[in-house]
């Protein structure tokens, strides 16, 4: 068999090399997952707006429900990453163990709550009818798929941890070619196989993952962290306790982030005239958007592993540079991205805007918003620093701030007592994004994150 990549020495030799090293495989990674979402839209699309609508339901419901998958993730790269800057493989296997066992735990308890809680869960669409029925067998699926899909999640957050980030790159690679593959074969079928028709969207995701399970127990007893399998009995309450730490902030700013996107939903709904249009206008822009947060939120993953890393070799210098250098290197790779947006958005919103008022408020948007995405980059990138120094009680003190105290009390004042309507939804999104990038920037330039002991 073919050997495979060797972790790097990412606390010595030059920065840059280093970023580059870790940023790209990410990049990749970010676009597989934008591919697979991308294609269970797309398959849904041939079987009708209804099953158009289940899909990007319960795939809200299901982003919810990994949450703690993610977070989880996060409190693993920030110990494993500074055990492996460290040099204590011992450590870093311990914590890496101990995450995967503490993550099934949470996939198990939230499967259970899940399947017993369905009904009403499903209820919160409103759906009716076969459509409801449709969205319950969609659910109960991705369901049973949820400890696959967590193992898989923090096992990745091991490989980067540990500078392989190669190893997730392969994992992801395959992952998302089964899924994709699937996704096709199984609602459409082939030869003589009929197909299932929508289920087989789900089942798709499903198979992937469980496959995806033992893609990375694999390359886990195939690498350095081949001892994660044994010792299973020498659990450490005081590890899930710092592992607990770590996670739930990060937990909590994804929850308000996703609770805030509702609230602007909401605020719009309010608008007497045009909120059709502006809710539209956002869901498009937002979609637009997300390609511009690929790249940046392969920086962010690939700054929390460099910061960890050098912070447990001891080199705090090395680590801020890191931070300065790859933060600016977002900046400047996203404001290349945004002027194009900003200058040619009639025409990058006219594939998915179809209506002409629709594609207006849409170009509005974006020329508005492309304007705070220098400040969005500073963010994320200096927010993956702080997480893997350990700061992400900090991280989140800044984003929810952001969030709560400035974006959503300016959006409303905007627009509905002030009058200024969307536009002025789109003004306090850029405000606070500011406002949040400076902050982020103050927080990491204070330093506090270095005296941090995760």
Known sequence: ???????????????????????????????????????????????????????????????????AA?????????????????????????????????????????????????????????????????????????????????????????????????????????????????AFLLVFGLFSFQGLGYRGIALATAAAMTAGTFICFILLRRSRWRHIFTGMRRMSLDLFRRIFLLSWPAALIQISWNAGTLILYNILSRLQEGSITAIAALTTGLRIEAILYLPVFALHMAASVLTGQNIGAGEYDRAEKIGWKISLSGVAFVSLLALPVFIWAGAISSPVAKDGHVLAETVRYLRITMLSEPFMAMSVVLTGCLMGAGDTKGAMLVIVAALWVVRLPLAYLLAVPAGYGAAGVWAAMVISMCFQGIAMTVRFRNGLWKNLKP
């Open 1 to 67: 068999m073919k050997k495979l990549p060797e972790a790097v020495d990412l606390t010595a030799g030059n920065i840059r090399e280093n970023i580059w090293r870790m940023s790209w495989p990410m990049l990749l990674v970010m676009f597989f997952n934008f591919l697979v979402g991308l294609t269970d839209v797309y398959v849904a699309g041939f079987l009708g707006p209804e099953i158009q609508a289940v899909v990007g339901f319960v795939g809200q419901l299901y982003f919810f429900i990994i949450i």
């Open 70 to 182: 993610n977070a989880i993730s996060i409190g693993t790269v920030a110990l494993v990453s500074r055990a492996a800057g460290a040099g204590n493989l011992e450590e870093a296997v311990s914590t890496a163990r101990q995450s995967l066992v503490f993550g099934a735990a949470c996939a198990l308890a939230l499967t259970g709550v899940c399947l017993v809680l369905r009904d009403q869960i499903i209820s919160l669409a409103g759906f009716s009818g076969e459509v409801r029925q449709i969205a319950m067998d969609f659910f109960v699926i991705f369901v049973f798929a949820l400890a696959p899909n967590y193992i898989v999640i923090i096992a990745n957050a091991v490989f980067r941890a540990g500078g392989e980030v190669k190893l997730t790159l392969l994992a992801m690679f395959l992952i998302s070619l089964i899924n994709i593959a699937l």
